[in-house]
């Protein structure tokens, strides 16, 4: 991982008396501007990827998002985002 530098965050949620609510987590942030992110940010790109993760699924399953193939890249990346804009004029939210 030398290669890959990271910062390992070892997160626990309280409540305010300091009562542990869930079992600790930990997260690694890497990238050129982790150091950029404060701890709060980075806990919240990772909570927020559930919802990004679960509108991707729904797309795949049932909007057609990877049923077009071709070997232009452009044109797979074009496709893509009709599927989005299906779901959200139909006002599904992929968030």
């Given amino acids: 991982m ?17 009562r542990q609510l869930f079992n600790p987590q930990w997260l690694l942030v890497f990238g050129q501007s982790r150091r950029q992110l404060s701890l709060q940010e980075a806990y919240q790109a990772y909570t927020d990827r559930f919802s990004l993760e679960h509108g ?33 004029s139909c006002g599904w939210s992929v968030y």
């Fill in 2 to 18: 030398h290669a890959h530098p990271f910062d390992l965050l070892h997160v626990q949620i309280t409540d305010p008396t300091g």
């Fill in 56 to 88: 991707i699924r729904f797309g795949k399953q049932h909007v057609m998002m990877a049923q077009f193939q071709t070997p232009q890249v452009t044109q797979e990346e074009t496709w893509v985002h009709f599927p989005w804009l299906a779901m959200c």
